[in-house]
């Protein structure tokens, strides 16, 4: 199972490795995720993150290509775009808070070719819309209403050597 969550709805992120509770039914990395909630003053933020492949390093060496690799695998582009906003509908009562989430990756695949010469890639787009409604129902008690649609694109996947065209 993939988990795409949106960072810009997650308060708090903790990872437990040790010590599971009896609850589980098996060891391993136990992940809880707190929400955000909107607050009483509007506020939001914008992350952006890029990067291309002349940001990266070439390492063919002589070596890799006397063993017939002709490319290896490198970043062809990647970026993800994640603004939020966030704030009361009514103070103290009701709060919202929204999010979009847009992450591109373009990996260049070794030993992948079109048949023009150019390297074959593997590419992924996965989208995310959020917004969620937070209400103080009493005073020790809050109820939220989310919604999250996840959008996921794969119009390529490639393993090194497969032929790109096909």
């Not at 690799?69 to 970026?79: A, D, E, M, P």
């Not at 074959?120 to 103080?136: C, D």
Request: charged residues 20%; proline residues 4%; positive net charge.
């Amino acid at each position: 199972i993939h988990l795409y969550h949106n960072d810009a709805l997650v308060q708090e992120i903790n990872y437990q490795t040790s010590a599971i509770p009896a609850e589980y039914s098996k060891g391993g990395v136990i992940i809880n995720i707190a929400p955000r909630d909107g607050g009483n003053t509007y506020h939001g933020s914008w992350y952006w993150n890029y990067a291309n492949t002349n940001w990266q390093a070439n390492n063919l060496t002589p070596e890799l290509i006397a063993k017939k690799l002709l490319s290896q695998n490198r970043n062809g582009g990647v970026y993800d775009v994640n603004p939020w906003v966030g704030g009361p509908v009514k103070k103290d009562r009701l709060w919202f808070i929204a999010s979009y989430r847009d992450v591109y990756v373009k990996e260049i695949v070794a030993n992948t070719f079109f048949d023009n010469g150019d390297p074959g890639y593997s590419k992924s787009n996965t989208r995310n819309a959020s917004v969620r409604l937070t209400w103080q129902a009493r005073q020790n008690d809050k109820i939220s209403f989310h919604y999250d649609r996840q959008f996921k694109r794969l119009p390529s996947i490639l393993n090194s050597g497969q032929d790109a065209e096909t």
